[in-house]
T-cell receptor, first 111, second 113 residues
Framework: DQQVKQNSPSLSVQEGRISILNCDYT??????FLWYKKYPAEGPTFLIS?????DKNEDGRFTVFLNKSAKHLSLHIVPSQPGDSAVYFC??????????FGAGTRLTVKP | SQTIHQWPATLVQPVGSPLSLECTVE??????LYWYRQAAGRGLQLLFY??????ISSEVPQNLSASRPQDRQFILSSKKLLLSDSGFYLC????????????FGSGTQLSVL
């Protein structure tokens, strides 16, 4: 039962342009959403998060948008840089012991 | 500062052999501990989590098991590995003060041949 879905396995963007990574979830009880970034052969690292009481959170070039009615969140990266090339995981938290991850989207930023 | 150590980084094991992956956390006490697996072409799957010594919750029925013999030590084991056990295994911890965020180890790439 995959409660968090990232339907795009890959995304390719030109350097300087906007990258938009999408994530859908099915459980309306999720109260916290996060994005993690993963380089090859490394563990994921936390990137940005958003509480369910908000609809937008911005941190530098990264902005996460939450649409609760659509059960959808997205990560915007502006401007995209080659160093942003990585796999991005969307995650949703239900309680202290339960965090669900999507399958990930591989972002490639071309110079 | 808190650190998480996971070893080995890579492991090649024959089918039917046992497995033991170890993870330790430093710089915090009573962390929540997790084992995740990323199979080839798939997302992160939660295998086990623990909120305290000896307390293990399993998410997916399989031939793997986990143990927490000490507060900051989490071990993933198998008596007999299957081909389908191949994947990238990640240990992670979270703090009650920031439970929304997980801090991952560097992972173990397991190949079962």
């Amino acid at each position: 039962d995959q409660q968090v879905k990232q339907n795009s396995p890959s995304l390719s963007v030109q350097e300087g342009r906007i990258s938009i990574l999408n994530c859908d979830y099915t459980n309306s009880m999720f109260d916290y959403f996060l994005w993690y970034k993963k380089y090859p052969a490394e563990g994921p690292t936390f990137l940005i998060s958003i509480s369910s009481i908000k609809d937008k959170n911005e941190d530098g070039r990264f902005t996460v948008f939450l649409n609760k009615s659509a059960k959808h969140l997205s990560l915007h990266i502006v401007p995209s840089q080659p160093g942003d090339s990585a796999v991005y995981f969307c995650a949703a938290s239900l309680n202290n012991n339960d965090m669900r991850f999507g399958a990930g989207t591989r972002l490639t930023v071309k110079p | 500062s808190q650190t998480i150590h996971q070893w080995p980084a890579t492991l090649v094991q024959p089918v039917g052999s046992p497995l033991s992956l170890e993870c330790t956390v430093e710089g915090t006490s009573n962390p929540n501990l997790y084992w995740y697996r990323q199979a080839a072409g798939r997302g992160l799957q939660l295998l086990f989590y623990s909120v305290g010594i000896g307390q293990i919750s399993s998410e997916v029925p399989q031939n793997l098991s986990a143990s927490r013999p000490q507060d900051r030590q989490f071990i993933l084991s198998s008596k007999k590995l299957l081909l389908s056990d191949s994947g990238f295994y990640l240990c992670a911890w979270s703090d009650d003060r920031s439970y929304e965020k997980l801090f991952f180890g560097s992972g173990t790439q397991l190949s079962v041949l």
